[in-house]
């Protein structure tokens, strides 16, 4: 009857969890945007949540990535030509950059130098996450 979930144990759980992260800080991006076009869209609150339960995805993804990498042992490899290097330094950055600005955010003051330090970061943020997700198609779909 459950013969679906034979050899569960072995598939990869990575694609588990990368959704969380990639919708809620895609969103995040979106929002922060959003915010500067029409404030009572995207109140700070808002973005802050989206935010920080993205981030809380975060350690739950690398580790699972790691995990599906067979360990870290492609770093020492250095082939660099491999995609899955690219992924795991776009992932990485992202996870920092995005990290980052949400510490910093909560402690903004509202300037016309933060309005770039803050759209600027959450730019790059979803830049580097878009690249990782493209690599990651690349190695899955091709
Ligand atoms: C922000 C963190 C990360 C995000 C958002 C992310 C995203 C993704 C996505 C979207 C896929 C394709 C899943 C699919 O449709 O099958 C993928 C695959 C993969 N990622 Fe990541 N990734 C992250 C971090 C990492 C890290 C740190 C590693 C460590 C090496 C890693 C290793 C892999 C591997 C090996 C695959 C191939 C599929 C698998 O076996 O899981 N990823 N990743």
Do not use: C, N
Not at 55 to 60: C, M, Q, S
Not at 63 to 75: E, H, K, P, Q, S
Not at 87 to 114: N, Q
Not at 128 to 142: F, H, I, N
């Amino acid at each position: 009857m459950f013969a679906i979930l034979d050899g569960i144990e072995t598939l990869p759980i990575h694609p588990v969890f990368v959704h969380f992260p990639i919708a809620l800080l895609t969103l995040t991006w979106a929002f922060v945007l959003a915010g500067y076009i029409r404030p009572a869209v995207a109140p700070d609150l808002l973005v802050g949540w989206f935010e920080w339960i993205g981030i809380a995805f975060l350690p739950f993804t690398i580790v699972t990535g790691i995990v599906d990498a067979d360990g870290l042992g492609f770093l020492t490899e250095r082939i660099w030509s491999q995609p899955l290097i690219w992924h795991f330094l776009a992932a990485l950055s992202a996870s920092i950059v995005f990290t980052g600005h949400a510490v910093w955010r909560r402690k903004r003051t509202v300037s016309r130098r933060t309005v770039w330090i803050d759209t600027g970061l959450v730019t790059l943020g979803f830049w580097l996450l878009l690249v990782a997700g493209l690599l990651a198609g690349e190695m899955v779909y091709t």
